[in-house]
């Protein structure tokens, strides 16, 4: 994911001037062709986030397109006062990129895991969050986030895997169908839409047959389909990276119990409230440990569904 947002922050500066890759003080291999090519539009201002979210926050009202790019938690609890009060406050034109999202930063611990920003970024007023869930979805989201005016949080991890599967165009706000079912749902953002196929497959040899939806827009979520499922599946599930606490799953739970005409049953799955000890860059490790695997997901459906 990440190497496809450093090549389509390139394109999209290409087609227009005003966009700025605004970083602090990493990723300058990575985007060494965007700073010979766009030197004006590059800047370096070193390990200072709150600093860099402001000086965005004033290209943003000078008519610019600044994307602010660093590591997940620095970009976002490091500086939360700055994009509370300097972008969102004043609904600023702000693109913010967190990279290493989740646990991507396995064996550095806690100082660089993610677990929490969905959560405070949600509920700033004006922000849009889109986490997508492989490197063709990240190329999309950085041309949707240019389209639209106003604060946006993107968050991405350091890889993925493609997924497979026949897209619509994509829109701020509208969930994919990335497989149809019936009997049961999984919701799911990120690289866990990936974990969701693969647990869909696994539930056909026990005759369900399971809608797989990828939330790639958590905030404005989709809520006509959320109700949709909720009305017409016997249960659902939502899997993300990210805490239970705040996430795509308190979204979804938040439009079931105010939907009278829910019928599911529904179980969020995510990283209980506790800081991830697992330190390994094997992500299917740290998945498995903490109850995110694809086997876990299928057990919890199957434990629901009886």
């Known amino acids: 994911m990440r190497d496809s947002f450093i090549d389509s922050i390139y394109k999209v500066t290409e087609l227009n001037n005003n966009v700025l890759c605004i970083v602090g003080d990493l990723g300058a291999f990575l ?6 090519d766009f030197p004006e539009n590059y800047y370096n201002l070193g390990a200072a986030e709150q600093n860099i979210v402001g000086v965005a926050a004033g290209f943003a009202m000078s008519g610019k397109i600044p994307f602010v790019y660093s590591i997940t938690p620095f970009i976002t609890s490091r500086c939360y006062e700055q994009v509370k009060i300097d972008v969102c406050y004043n609904n600023a034109n702000v693109k913010i990129v967190g990279v290493g999202s989740g646990v991507s930063y396995g064996t550095m611990g806690s100082t660089h895991h993610s677990l929490e920003d969905i959560a ?13 869930s492989d490197p063709k979805e990240v190329g999309e989201a950085v041309f949707a986030a240019v389209k639209h005016k106003g604060p ?13 599967y026949e897209r619509r165009d994509f829109k701020i706000g509208k969930a994919r169908i990335v497989k149809k079912g019936g009997d049961c749902a999984i919701v799911a953002t990120g690289e866990m839409v990936g974990i969701a196929l693969e647990a869909a497959e696994k539930l056909k ?5 399971c809608y797989v939806v990828n939330v790639h827009t958590i905030k404005p979520i989709d809520n006509a389909l959320i109700k949709k499922l909720s ?23 938040s439009i079931i119990s105010q ?8 179980k969020i799955m995510g990283f209980n409230d506790a800081f991830c000890k697992e330190y390994s860059l094997d992500k299917l490790k740290i998945f498995e440990e903490y109850g995110l695997s694809a086997n876990h997901l299928v057990k919890e459906l199957l434990a629901l569904y009886r």
């Open 31 to 36: 985007l060494r062709n965007y700073i010979r």
């Open 231 to 253: 009305e017409e599946c016997k249960v659902m599930v939502s899997i993300e990276e990210h805490s239970v606490i705040g996430g795509l799953g308190s979204a979804v739970s």
């Open 259 to 266: 939907n009278p005409k829910s019928k599911t049953r529904f």
């Open 205 to 209: 040899k026990n005759n369900i047959n």
């Open 120 to 132: 405070i970024m949600s509920a700033l007023p004006n922000m849009v969050i889109i986490s997508p």
């Open 152 to 164: 946006t949080y993107i968050r991405i991890t350091l890889q993925s895997t493609p997924l497979n």
